[in-house]
């Protein structure tokens, strides 16, 4: 069982930055490859962004390529996710996630799930 807890989320303008945390605890954070996902009211849960285990393979969808940043650090049981020039597109609740040994955006892939932080753009 892995725990994840997610923190950073908040009301940020247009135009602007949020750096989203996930610790995880329970189990050997480094044997996890991690991803970010989120969800807006209505919608379904879209993948946003993973990275492998060691860190050294990331993945993105068009929608946030180039404002988006996923890192971890393995030492703190911690997974990051840097959100830059962030759009009202962009509300939702965030979730990140972890699987054993996968990266990539299919949800069924993930195990552990954690509650989610809400982010929300203004225009």
């Known amino acids: 069982q892995v725990q994840l807890v997610e923190s950073g989320g908040g009301l940020v303008q247009a135009g602007g930055s949020l750096r989203l945390s996930c610790v995880g605890s329970?189990?050997?954070?480094?044997?996890?490859?991690m991803g970010w996902f989120r969800q807006a009211p209505g919608k379904e849960r879209d993948f946003v962004a993973g990275?492998?285990?060691?860190?050294?393979?990331?993945l993105y969808p068009d929608s946030v390529k180039g404002r988006f940043t996923i890192s971890r650090d393995n030492d703190k049981n911690t997974v990051y996710l840097q959100m830059g020039s962030l759009k009202p597109e962009d509300t939702a609740v965030y979730y990140c996630?972890?699987?054993?040994?996968?990266?990539?955006?299919?949800?069924?892939?993930?195990?552990?799930w954690g509650q989610g932080t809400q982010v929300t753009v203004s225009s």
């Open positions: 329970g189990r050997t954070f480094s044997n996890y490859a």
């Open positions: 990275i492998s285990r060691s860190g050294d393979h990331t």
């Open positions: 996630a972890a699987s054993r040994t996968y990266n990539g955006p299919l949800i069924a892939n993930y195990e552990f």
